[in-house]
T-cell receptor, first 115, second 118 residues
Framework: AQKVTQAQTEISVVEKEDVTLDCVYE???????LFWYKQPPSGELVFLIR??????QNEISGRYSWNFQKSTSSFNFTITASQVVDSAVYFCALIPNQAGTALIFGKGTTLSVSS | GAVVSQHPSRVICKSGTSVKIECRSLDFQATTMFWYRQFPKQSLMLMAT?????????EQGVEKDKFLINHASLTLSTLTVTSAHPEDSSFYICSARDPSTGGGNTIYFGEGSWLTVV
């Protein structure tokens, strides 16, 4: 079965705090892709990162960083020095490497950053 | 600019009427598109997989006669909500995989459509 679990439903932090959003996935496929999306109140999905299952290097992009660990089937997302504009719902998603298959989303984590 | 365009972004319709939402891939040919529905404070739930030139594949629990999907060309898929009711009010969003890039795992989303049935 394919599944993505985001155990944190809501997180509230104060500006400049670091925050980590957890993502645990399940799949039997050896080749798959993991994604993170940001969804602001307007609704559109903003692509943040895609990682394939053979690339376990951590990634840093500005204040964002991702920690991919196949041993624990986790793909966690950290925002450093959070800002109010980071407030949104964040989704982790999985797609197996099979043509014609759709993204499988976690339930999402609502991040609220207050000033 | 947008690679997948979805229209309309917001629509209000009367109960009992039908409404059509379009999803277009602008820079690539999408043999497969996906339709999701998202209720407030919930995740995106896959409704159906739209295949160009053939019937859509619906997820369990999604009424195919109520949510008509047509994928008549390689760049356009449409979702028609027939005989809409207030409980159909939701955010609908489409996505498409670009088969020519990233091992076929470059995925683009439309902007989404807010449907309100009154």
């Amino acid at each position: 079965a394919q599944k993505v679990t985001q155990a944190q439903t809501e997180i509230s932090v104060v500006e400049k705090e670091d925050v980590t959003l957890d993502c645990v996935y399940e799949t039997r496929d050896t080749t798959y892709y993991l994604f993170w999306y940001k969804q602001p109140p307007s609704g559109e999905l903003v692509f943040l990162i895609r990682r394939n299952s053979f690339d376990e290097q951590n990634e840093i992009s500005g204040r964002y960083s991702w920690n991919f660990q196949k041993s624990t089937s986790s793909f966690n997302f950290t925002i450093t020095a959070s800002q109010v504009v980071d407030s949104a719902v964040y989704f982790c998603a999985l797609i197996p490497n099979q043509a014609g298959t759709a993204l499988i989303f976690g339930k999402g984590t609502t991040l609220s950053v207050s000033s | 600019g947008a690679v997948v365009s979805q229209h309309p972004s917001r629509v209000i319709c009367k109960s009992g009427t039908s409404v059509k939402i379009e999803c277009r891939s602008l820079d690539f040919q999408a043999t497969t598109m996906f339709w999701y529905r998202q209720f407030p404070k919930q995740s995106l739930m896959l409704m159906a997989t739209s295949n160009e030139g053939s019937k859509a594949t619906y997820e369990q629990g999604v009424e195919k006669d109520k949510f008509l999907i047509n994928h008549a060309s390689l760049t356009l898929s449409t979702l028609t909500v027939t005989s809409a009711h207030p409980e159909d009010s939701s955010f609908y969003i489409c996505s498409a995989r670009d088969p020519s890039t990233g091992g076929g795992n470059t995925i683009y989303f439309g902007e989404g459509s807010w449907l309100t049935v009154v």
